[in-house]
């Protein structure tokens, strides 16, 4: 019996139904229950202590809860209400000026990614789409073509979400850093079923949530950003939480946190916080190689039989492996 089977009563809903729709909402663990219990007798019982005892460093502790499963080393994650805030916070730290004004992005990427650097042409931006020809791969080789010396960021997405298509970041990376250019990576629909390793990959921000594969549920997004990027960013989109001494008060201009405090805004968002651990530490323990083994497998049977009904696949038949996964022998879904 496959040792994944034995995790099925960590979640209840599967006693009721075949659950195949995590790329939209991960199953509910069954200690998220129990975390959210958990977070309500603090406040009822601990009231105001409850900050000192844990609910002000809740979204250090989370990120860090999350980081092994990103491959992103500790102090390098902040959370956030949801990807698009992670996502507002990043393009905050740029300008737009005349030489470098370029947000170079594929037209497959997530809508919510296209309307807010959509929004930074007010600020001067340019937007560069680059275009697929099927709705169901982008072509990389395309989209490092179009990063040049006037782009200033690079926005994609390691899994489309319209086709699963596992796409190869590293050429992106390689080419974006070649020319100045910063590269923010969308790993939502990755996280917690592809192996993801940040720091190889070398991206300067990544961001995602949480209520996918995780199976975190909603107001769990985050924000990576790069050890050596940190320091650099003073992003605009800030808020007392990324104060380096947020409890003196002071006012007027911002001084930013040193470490990667300055990307918070405001006060945590608890209670998502609490509920999203029971899904990082399912993943943690399972560990996500794991996970895409029996993914693969799950997905080749799938295949097999949709080809003997006659059936058609939609699902891209092949993309370039990333290259940790093609070290392990793994191939792409629907490959
Ligand atoms: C790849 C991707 N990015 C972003 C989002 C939206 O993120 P959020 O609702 O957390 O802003 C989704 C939601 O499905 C997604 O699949």
């Not at 040049?148 to 596992?166: C, K, Q």
């Not at 891209?316 to 093609?326: L, S, T, V």
Request: hydrophobic fraction near 45%; charged fraction near 20%.
């Amino acid at each position: 019996m496959d040792p994944l089977l034995a995790w099925r009563p960590e979640f209840p809903i599967l006693e009721t139904c075949t659950y195949l729709v995590s790329h939209s909402l991960g199953a509910m663990p069954r200690r998220a229950r129990a975390y959210l219990q958990h977070f309500a007798d603090d406040w009822d019982h601990r009231g105001v202590r409850a900050w000192h005892e844990g609910w002000w460093q809740i979204g250090a502790a989370t990120g860090n809860l999350l980081a092994p499963i990103l491959g992103a080393a500790p102090n390098t994650i902040t959370m956030h209400q949801n990807a698009t805030v992670a996502q507002a916070i990043v393009a905050s730290c740029f300008t737009f000026d005349a030489g470098r004004r370029k947000i170079v992005m594929q037209d497959l990427d997530f809508p919510t990614n296209h309307y807010l650097f959509e929004g930074c042409r007010r600020d001067g931006a340019e937007i560069v789409y680059v275009a697929s020809n099927d709705s169901m791969t982008a072509p990389i080789d395309r989209l490092v073509d179009a990063i040049d010396d006037e782009t200033v960021l690079v926005p994609l997405s390691l899994v489309l979400f319209r086709s699963g298509g596992l796409q190869d970041v590293r050429p992106v990376v390689e080419k974006a850093h070649r020319v100045g250019a910063h590269v923010c990576l969308d790993v939502y629909q990755a996280a917690g079923t592809v192996p993801v390793d940040l720091a190889s990959l070398g991206v300067d921000f990544a961001v995602g949530g949480s209520v996918k594969w995780l199976c975190g549920g909603p107001g769990a997004g985050y924000l990576y950003v790069r050890p050596d990027v940190i320091a650099r960013m003073r992003p605009s989109l800030v808020g007392w939480a990324g104060h380096a001494s947020p409890f003196e008060f002071e006012t007027g201009a911002v001084r930013y946190a040193t470490g990667v405090e300055r990307f918070q805004s405001g006060t945590p968002n608890v209670p998502a916080l609490y509920a999203a651990r029971a899904g990082y530490e399912i993943v943690g323990e399972i560990g996500v190689p794991a996970i895409r083994a029996r993914s693969l497998e799950l997905t080749r049977r799938l295949i097999e039989a949709s080809r003997r009904h006659g059936w058609r696949r939609i699902a891209p038949p092949r993309c370039r492996r990333a290259p940790a996964e093609a070290a392990r022998g793994a191939r792409c879904a629907g490959a």
